[in-house]
């Protein structure tokens, strides 16, 4: 490390100096001996949401070995170049359009979904997301909704392909849908 050097003052600085603020006198420099480093910052907040967490788990009505393990979609239909489903799945379509079936009864989503997707082909909106949700309170039924979506699109010839969205766009809890044009 390298020492600024103080720059020198002439003798007419030093008297207008004197003379506007009067004479002064030098504060001696304090000097710390013994000085240790501090200790590295902890992150305390951190490690208590931590401690926290397995207390949450045990009170939780939402069981997490259920979220998002094993639970992808994807359907390509015959025909078509495995290598569609790929781009579909890597999110490289955009989507132009969404439905979100959340709190739909069964009869209510199957309706909307056919509205939605004749509407969607009749609009050249080619790629759509259905937002189904994760069936995380439909208890031991499971996901009522996901399983009607997977078996509605299966059964459209409109759908060329569908996979479950990637985790920013909805995850498990979603479907990009490609249409024919």
């Known amino acids: 490390m390298t020492k600024r050097r103080a720059p020198t003052v002439s003798s007419d600085d030093h008297d207008l100096f004197v003379q506007s603020i009067g004479s002064v006198r030098p504060i001696r420099q304090l000097v710390v001996e013994n000085h240790r480093p501090r200790p590295p910052p902890e992150p305390m907040q951190s490690r208590l949401d931590e401690a926290r967490v397995p207390g949450e788990l045990i009170d939780s009505d939402i069981d997490p070995a259920l979220m998002e393990v094993g639970e992808e979609l994807s359907y390509l239909k015959d025909g078509h170049s495995p290598l569609l489903l790929r781009k579909l799945k890597r999110g490289q379509f955009s989507v ?3 439905i979100d079936l959340h709190q739909m009864t069964q009869a209510v989503a199957r309706e909307a979904i056919a ?50 969205a990637k985790a920013n766009q909805g995850g498990t809890g979603a479907v990009i849908v490609l249409l024919a044009s």
């Open 96 to 98: 132009a359009d969404e």
């Open 115 to 164: 509205q939605f997707l004749t509407e969607s082909r009749r609009e050249r909106r080619l790629c759509v997301k259905i937002i189904h949700g994760k069936g995380l309170r439909s208890r031991n039924e499971g996901p009522v909704l996901k399983r009607l979506v997977d078996g509605l699109l299966r059964r459209r010839s409109e759908v060329l392909a569908f996979a479950s």
